[in-house]
Nanobody, 118 residues
Framework: QVQLTESGGGLVQAGGSLRLSCAAS????????MGWFRQTPGKEREFVAS?????????SYADSVKGRFSISRDNARNTVYLQMNSLKPEDTAVYYC??????????WGQGTQVTVSS
């Protein structure tokens, strides 16, 4: 059974930084694309960033976070990170880590709250 556990969320002032972590258990993350998503009340969950499988480390970002957020992975530690810099109030959301199967993200963490004050 795959489990994903996010940590690192919290309250930060606009312009500040946070680093989210996603620890995976149950199977190694090396063969899987990993992603971060976020959701605010009343809105659809939205894509934030992803990083490719194995050692290709191909990354993709939502336009709203390009240049401010950085996704990385440590396969040996079975952990994925999201470094968030220059945070804005509109980045406030619950952030979710997810693991992609053959065609879709099929494992999700429980989320960590990020609140950015103005």
């Amino acid at each position: 059974q795959v489990q994903l556990t996010e940590s690192g969320g919290g309250l930060v002032q606009a312009g500040g930084s946070l680093r989210l972590s996603c620890a995976a258990s149950g199977r190694g993350i090396r063969p899987y694309t990993m992603g971060w998503f976020r959701q605010t009340p009343g809105k659809e969950r939205e894509f934030v960033a992803s990083i490719g499988a194995w050692s290709a480390y191909i990354t993709s970002y939502a336009d709203s976070v390009k240049g401010r957020f950085s996704i990385s992975r440590d396969n040996a530690r079975n952990t994925v990170y999201l470094q968030m810099n220059s945070l804005k109030p509109e980045d406030t959301a619950v952030y979710y880590c997810a693991q992609k199967g053959s065609s879709e993200y099929d494992y999700w963490g429980q989320g960590t709250q990020v609140t950015v004050s103005s």
